[in-house]
T-cell receptor
Framework: DTAVSQTPKYLVTQMGNDKSIKCEQNLGHDTMYWYKQDSKKFLKIMFSYNNKELIINETVPNRFSPKSPDKAHLNLHINSLELGDSAVYFC????????????????FGPGTRLTVL | SQQGEEDPQALSIQEGENATMNCSYK?????LQWYRQNSGRGLVHLILIRSNEREKHSGRLRVTLDTSKKSSSLLITASRAADTASYFC???????????FGEGTQLTVNP
C-alpha cells in the first residue's frame, strides 16, 4: 500500500544518455512534484503538476522534461545527462484545492539516486 | 541565503535529552511545516503550523512559530536513537504554492 512510489531506486548511467524516472501516487492527490536533492541535502523544487497541468517550472535546464499522463503519475525524462545531474530525485504529492485553505502537506517517494559517470 | 534556514546544522545529543532545532525565513508565509528524513529515505511530514498559530504539539514534538521574528522552533522531547535523522523546515507563501525547504539540521541521538 505504498503511497508514493518511484522507479528505479538507483540509476547509474553514462554522460550523454537519456533516462526516465517514474512516479506514481495512490493517494488520490491532485498535485505532484519533482524535487532534486544535492549532495549537501539541499532540496529544491523542479516541477509541479496540478491535475496534469504544469503549474511550477523552476529554472531547470530544458533537458529535463516532466510528463503527467494522468493525475496519479508524474514522470521525469532527462536528455543528454551531465555529471552535475547526479543527485537524488524525489517525487511528492499533495492535495491542493483551489479557492480553499489547504495545508499542502506533501508526501514523498523514496527517491531515485541518479549517478552520472 | 535561502528562505528557510535551520540551525544548528548538526546536533548531537544523548538519548533522553531534548533536541531543539530552529528555522528562520525571510518572507511572509502561509504555513510552516517540519519534515524528517532518515538516511537514504524520502521526507516524512511531521507537523504543520499555520501563520496564525503560535504553538502546536504532536506527541513528543512541539513547534512554535514567531511571525514577528520570522522564526520557528522544533522541540523533540525525551529523544530516542530512532529520532536520528535530518530535519527540515518548509514554508509556503500562499495556499497551494510551492514549498521552500531549509537546509536541514542533522540530529544524532546517541544511545
Amino acid at each position: 500500500d505504498t503511497a508514493v512510489s518511484q522507479t528505479p531506486k538507483y540509476l547509474v548511467t553514462q554522460m550523454g544518455n537519456d533516462k526516465s524516472i517514474k512516479c506514481e501516487q495512490n493517494l488520490g492527490h491532485d498535485t505532484m512534484y519533482w524535487y532534486k536533492q544535492d549532495s549537501k541535502k539541499f532540496l529544491k523544487i523542479m516541477f509541479s503538476y496540478n491535475n496534469k497541468e504544469l503549474i511550477i517550472n523552476e529554472t531547470v535546464p530544458n533537458r529535463f522534461s516532466p510528463k503527467s499522463p494522468d493525475k496519479a503519475h508524474l514522470n521525469l525524462h532527462i536528455n543528454s545527462l551531465e555529471l552535475g545531474d547526479s543527485a537524488v530525485y524525489f517525487c511528492a504529492s499533495s492535495q491542493v484545492v483551489a479557492g480553499e485553505i489547504t495545508y499542502n502537506e506533501q508526501f514523498f517517494g523514496p527517491g531515485t539516486r541518479l549517478t552520472v559517470l | 541565503s535561502q528562505q528557510g534556514e535551520e540551525d544548528p546544522q548538526a546536533l548531537s545529543i544523548q538519548e533522553g535529552e531534548n533536541a531543539t532545532m530552529n528555522c528562520s525565513y525571510k518572507t511572509s508565509i502561509n504555513n510552516l511545516q517540519w519534515y524528517r528524513q532518515n538516511s537514504g529515505r524520502g521526507l516524512v511530514h511531521l507537523i504543520l503550523i499555520r501563520s496564525n498559530e503560535r504553538e502546536k504539539h504532536s506527541g513528543r514534538l512541539r513547534v512554535t512559530l514567531d511571525t514577528s521574528k520570522k522564526s520557528s522552533s522544533l522541540l523533540i522531547t525525551a529523544s530516542r536513537a530512532a529520532d536520528t535523522a535530518s530535519y527540515f523546515c518548509a514554508t509556503d507563501r500562499a495556499s497551494g504554492s510551492r514549498l521552500t525547504f531549509g537546509e536541514g539540521t542533522q540530529l544524532t541521538v546517541n544511545p
